[in-house]
C-alpha cells in the first residue's frame, strides 16, 4: 500500500487524472514521485501481495495487501489465500484510461442485443464485480534492414496474347515495428485477448509500481519464443504492404511472395520487451463452467461469452411462430407429405448443428487454438513423456470403427424396412412404393445417421456424463419420417401424426443444442497446477 505523504492514508491509481490520489485528503500525486526502491537491486524487483485461489491454484499479484473475496479465474467467492514476495519488473505499463463505469457501459451496449441472455449476466450486483486487472503481455521489436529483392510481374494484352513482364525489384530496407505484442499469460485465454486487441502502444508508459495501486495484475509463465515467429510474420506483411503500395512500378503489378520474406526482408528480432497492459475482468461461474466477460481497459472493446437462457429461448420462440405460422396458413397450402419433408430438413440440419458444437466443445476445451496454455501444458507434461516411452513400442493402428458402425447400421436398416414391409403388406393396409419423397427422406436419413455416428467420440469428449446423445430426438425424428414415405399411408392422419412426432422429437434435440451452445459459449474450470508466474526469461 502507497501512503500519501501528506495525511499517510491510502493512494490509489486515478484513471480520469492519471495520479495516484489519496483516499482521505483527495490530494494528488504524480505515479513516478511515490516509490518505494532505494537502490539499483530493488529497481529490478517490486514488492507484492500474491494471491492465491484455494479451488483452482489460480494467482494475482497486487500491490496492496487487503483481502481478495474472489477469484477471478474460476468465479469461486472464497478468500484468497496471500503471501508477500517480489516479482520481476516489467519494462513499460499501459495506465487504465477507462474507469469502472466506462467498462460497465460499454459491457451493458453488447448485452443491449443479446436478448436471451440469462437474467444474472445483466443484474447490476453481478456487473459491479469488475476487477481491474493488468495482464502482462511480450512487446516485440522487430527490424528490415539491408538489400531487398523481390520478383514482381505484370501482365497485358498484346493483340490475341496475353503478355507477362517479369521484374526483380531491387532496394535498401530499413524500417522497425515496435510493440507488436502478445499475452504472456496461459492463464488468459488467447482467443480472448485477440478479441479485445489492438492497444495503442506507441505512448507506453515506463513502469513503476505505483500504477498498480488499487489494481490487480497477473503474472507471466509463457516464454517470449512462443509467439515470436507470430510477430515476425506481422512484420513482414507489414513490411511487404509498405513496399507494394510505395513502389515506383506502375500498377497492376503482382508480387510473388511464394519465397520466405523472413530471409527476403531481412526480419530480425531486436529484443522483446516485458509490458503491463489493462484489462477489466469479469467471470460468472455455473457449475462445473466458467464464462468470462472483459474489457479493454485502454480502448473499452469488449469480449464476452454469453450463454442463452433456454426458458426464454423457448419462449422467444414461440412467439415468432405464431405470426409465422399464421402467415404460412394463409399464403400456402403445404400437402403432409411435403410437410413431413420439411420436418426431416429441419432434423437433418440440427444433427449437423449439434456435430459442428461437439467438435468446436472438444476444440475449446482442449485449447487447441491457445498457443500459450499448450505450451504450458507441454512444458508441464515433457518429464512426464520421457518416463513412459517404453508404453509407447507399439502404437496401434487407427482402426476404421466408423466406416464399419455405419455399415452394420445401413444393414440393420435393411433388414428392418424388409421385416416391416412383408408384415404390413400381408395385411394390406398400406401401399408401398419408392417414390421420390420417400428416396429424398431415405437419404436425409442415411445422411443424417453417417453424422450422428461421427459425432458420438465428441459427444463423450464434450459430454461423459450424459446418458443419451443430444440428437437422438433428430434422428428418430428421420427414422419416422422414412418410415412413413415408405409404407405411404393412404390417410393423411399418419401423415400428420408422424409430423407431429418428429417435431416433439426435434425440439427434444434443439433444446440440447441450446444447452451445448451454452457449454460452447462457457470454459471448463481452469486447474493451475503447480502454477507458477513471473518467468520474464526471454
Known amino acids: 500500500m502507497y501512503q500519501c505523504p501528506s495525511c499517510g492514508g491510502g493512494l490509489i491509481f486515478d484513471i480520469p487524472t492519471q495520479q495516484?490520489?489519496?483516499?482521505?485528503?483527495?490530494?494528488?500525486?504524480?505515479?513516478?514521485?511515490?516509490?518505494?526502491?532505494?537502490?539499483?537491486?530493488?529497481?529490478?524487483?517490486?514488492?507484492?501481495?500474491?494471491?492465491?485461489?484455494?479451488?483452482?491454484?489460480?494467482?494475482?499479484?497486487?500491490?496492496?495487501?487487503?483481502?481478495?473475496?474472489?477469484?477471478?479465474?474460476?468465479?469461486?467467492?472464497?478468500?484468497?489465500?496471500?503471501r508477500l514476495s517480489k516479482e520481476k519488473r516489467p519494462s513499460y505499463i499501459i495506465p487504465f484510461?477507462?474507469?469502472?463505469?466506462?467498462?460497465?457501459?460499454?459491457?451493458?451496449?453488447?448485452?443491449?442485443?443479446?436478448?436471451?441472455?440469462?437474467?444474472?449476466?445483466?443484474?447490476?450486483s453481478y456487473i459491479d464485480e469488475f476487477r481491474g486487472i493488468y495482464m502482462p503481455y511480450w512487446a516485440y521489436h522487430i527490424t528490415h534492414r539491408g538489400t531487398v529483392c523481390l520478383n514482381c510481374s505484370r501482365s497485358h494484352r498484346q493483340g490475341d496474347y496475353i503478355c507477362t513482364d517479369h521484374y526483380k525489384l531491387y532496394g535498401d530496407l530499413n524500417a522497425s515495428h515496435k510493440g507488436i505484442s502478445y499475452d504472456a499469460s496461459s492463464s488468459f485465454d488467447d482467443t480472448i485477448s485477440e478479441r479485445i486487441a489492438p492497444y495503442d502502444v506507441k505512448n507506453m508508459n515506463r513502469f513503476t509500481p505505483s500504477f498498480l495501486s488499487g489494481f490487480y495484475a497477473d503474472t507471466s509463465d509463457v516464454d517470449a519464443s512462443i509467439y515470436q515467429p507470430d510477430a515476425i510474420k506481422i512484420a513482414n506483411q507489414s513490411a511487404y504492404k509498405y513496399i507494394k503500395n510505395n513502389t515506383s512500378l506502375t500498377s497492376g503489378v503482382h508480387f510473388d511472395t511464394n519465397n520466405n520474406l523472413t530471409d527476403k526482408l531481412h526480419a530480425q528480432c531486436e529484443h522483446v520487451d516485458t509490458a503491463m497492459f489493462p484489462v477489466w475482468f469479469l467471470s460468472y461461474r455455473n457449475k462445473d463452467r466458467v464464462a468470462y466477460?472483459?474489457?479493454?481497459?485502454?480502448?473499452?472493446?469488449v469480449s464476452a461469452d454469453l450463454p442463452v437462457s433456454i426458458g426464454k429461448y423457448l419462449f422467444g420462440s414461440i412467439l415468432l411462430a405464431i405470426p409465422i405460422f399464421i402467415l404460412l396458413n394463409m399464403l400456402f397450402t403445404l400437402r403432409p407429405t411435403i410437410t413431413l419433408t420439411i420436418t426431416s430438413i429441419l432434423a437433418?440440419?440440427?444433427?449437423?448443428?449439434?456435430?459442428?458444437?461437439?467438435?468446436?466443445?472438444?476444440?475449446?476445451?482442449?485449447?487447441?487454438?491457445?498457443?500459450?496454455?499448450?505450451?504450458?501444458?507441454?512444458?508441464?507434461?515433457?518429464?512426464?513423456?520421457?518416463?513412459?516411452?517404453?508404453?509407447?513400442?507399439?502404437?496401434?493402428?487407427?482402426?476404421?470403427?466408423?466406416?464399419?458402425?455405419?455399415?452394420?447400421?445401413?444393414?440393420?436398416?435393411?433388414?428392418?424396412?424388409?421385416?416391416?414391409?412383408?408384415?404390413?403388406?400381408?395385411?394390406?393396409?398400406?401401399?408401398?412404393?419408392?417414390?421420390?419423397?420417400?428416396?429424398?427422406?431415405?437419404?436425409?436419413?442415411?445422411?443424417?445417421?453417417?453424422?450422428?455416428?461421427?459425432?458420438?467420440?465428441?459427444?463423450?469428449?464434450?459430454?461423459?456424463?450424459?446418458?443419451?446423445?443430444?440428437?437422438?430426438?433428430?434422428l428418430a425424428a428421420l427414422f419416422i419420417a422414412t418410415i412413413i414415405q415408405f409404407i405411404n399411408p393412404v390417410s393423411d392422419l399418419y401423415f400428420y401424426g408422424a409430423c407431429i412426432l418428429s417435431l416433439i422429437a426435434i425440439m427434444f434435440s434443439l433444446i440440447n443444442l441450446i444447452r451445448y451452445y451454452n457449454i460452447l459459449a462457457t470454459r471448463k474450470l481452469p486447474q493451475f497446477d503447480n502454477y507458477r508466474g513471473g518467468n520474464d526469461g526471454a
Not at 36 to 64: H, L, N, R, W
Not at 97 to 124: G, M, N, Q, V, W
Open 20 to 82: 495516484l490520489s489519496c483516499q482521505h485528503c483527495d490530494s494528488k500525486f504524480d505515479p513516478y514521485e511515490i516509490n518505494k526502491e532505494s537502490d539499483a537491486e530493488m529497481q529490478q524487483y517490486y514488492d507484492v501481495t500474491v494471491f492465491t485461489c484455494p479451488q483452482c491454484g489460480g494467482e494475482i499479484i497486487s500491490s496492496d495487501n487487503t483481502a481478495a473475496n474472489f477469484c477471478s479465474f474460476c468465479g469461486a467467492s472464497t478468500i484468497l489465500t496471500s
Open 293 to 301: 466477460a472483459t474489457v479493454n481497459g485502454q480502448t473499452g472493446k
Open 348 to 474: 437433418l440440419l440440427s444433427i449437423i448443428l449439434y456435430h459442428i458444437e461437439l467438435r468446436q466443445i472438444v476444440r475449446k476445451d482442449s485449447h487447441e487454438n491457445d498457443r500459450g496454455i499448450i505450451a504450458a501444458q507441454q512444458k508441464k507434461s515433457n518429464n512426464a513423456n520421457n518416463h513412459s516411452n517404453n508404453n509407447n513400442r507399439n502404437p496401434k493402428k487407427p482402426t476404421s470403427k466408423i466406416s464399419v458402425t455405419t455399415i452394420i447400421a445401413l444393414f440393420i436398416i435393411a433388414i428392418v424396412f424388409n421385416v416391416t414391409k412383408f408384415a404390413l403388406s400381408r395385411n394390406n393396409l398400406f401401399n408401398f412404393n419408392l417414390s421420390g419423397g420417400f428416396i429424398f427422406v431415405g437419404i436425409m436419413t442415411i445422411l443424417g445417421l453417417t453424422v450422428w455416428i461421427l459425432s458420438i467420440k465428441n459427444q463423450k469428449k464434450a459430454a461423459p456424463n450424459s446418458v443419451l446423445p443430444g440428437s437422438i430426438g433428430a
Open 97 to 124: 484510461k477507462k474507469t469502472k463505469e466506462d467498462c460497465k457501459k460499454e459491457y451493458l451496449k453488447t448485452l443491449r442485443h443479446a436478448i436471451f441472455t440469462p437474467k444474472e449476466l445483466k443484474s447490476p
